[in-house]
């Protein structure tokens, strides 16, 4: 399902990618299904009906794969410390008159995105008035993600019967407690231009650094998050165990379409 134009147009998709990583080195240039893991990445996002989607990388081989594809990049510092500070360097070189108002930051390493699922944090933004959009998914009964400290819950206000609402807290922890379901919070963002201005001007506050989850920076000091809800969690890829299930994914929906 495309994006409706009349707030495509004024979003861009932003997506950080560096080559350090600890339990992948260079996961962003892994190839799946034929292309870097990055270019399908990109792909996704055009695939969602954006039409401004450009890659934020802070060494010149993944700027290079991308433009190879047809894509746009911009380098960044390799030092910035997040991907919402890496955006924001690469807002300010490709934009800098201000024409896009809604962006959204989608990780790179989001090879198997349903492209619904990026537009679902756009519209969040575009069609409400939080000034952050994100994603969130339910945990099943008996999941072991329930319990599990690297799964971030999301603690959330709904309405709309549970389709959207917005987030009171983000936690590592089992939460809410009693009986109901639980989320798992998707790390995709959709910002407002002022309030990622705001946000990466903000010091790390005392809830973020505790529970070590970035977006309880905004909610300390008194931004707004809406969650949409999506029914699956993206496959992140982080070790050559989930490479191998992204590859397995991609190369058997090859020549399908994009209806992962």
């Keep these: ?19 350090a990583s600890t339990r992948l080195p260079g996961k962003p240039l892994a190839v799946i299904a034929g292309e870097p893991m990055i270019v399908q990445v990109w792909r996704r996002a055009r695939e969602a009906g954006f039409a401004n989607v450009a890659v934020a990388c802070a060494e010149r081989e993944i700027a290079a794969a991308i ?6 990049a911009v380098l960044t510092d390799p030092a910035h410390p997040s991907g919402s500070d890496r955006i924001w360097e690469a807002l300010g070189h490709l934009d800098p008159d ?28 575009a ?10 998914a339910p945990i099943q009964e008996g999941d072991a993600d329930r319990a599990n400290p690297n799964v971030t819950k999301a603690i959330i ?22 009986p109901g379901p639980l989320w798992h ?18 010091p790390p506050s005392p809830l973020e650094k505790r529970e070590r989850l970035e977006q309880l920076r905004a909610l300390e000091a008194g931004m707004t998050i809406g969650i949409a809800r999506i029914e699956g969690v993206p496959l992140g890829v982080d070790t050559p165990e989930d490479l191998e299930k992204a590859r397995a994914i991609l190369e058997s929906t090859a020549g399908k379409g994009s209806d992962r």
């Design 185 to 202: 919070h998707v790390g995709i963002y959709a910002y407002r231009r002022a309030a990622l201005s705001r946000f990466v001007a903000l």
């Design 67 to 72: 433009e190879a594809a047809g894509g746009a």
């Design 127 to 136: 069609e409400g008035a939080d000034d952050i959009g994100t994603l969130a």
């Design 98 to 125: 201000g024409r896009f108002d809604l962006i959204i930051n989608l990780q790179g390493d989001l090879p198997t995105i349903a492209p619904d699922a990026i537009a679902a944090a756009g519209r969040v933004v």
């Design 1 to 19: 399902m495309a994006v409706a134009a009349t707030w495509a147009e004024r979003a861009i998709v932003l997506i950080p990618a560096r080559m």
């Design 157 to 178: 206000a709904w309405e709309e019967g549970e389709k959207r609402g917005r987030a009171l807290y983000f936690t590592r922890a089992s939460a809410p407690a009693g």
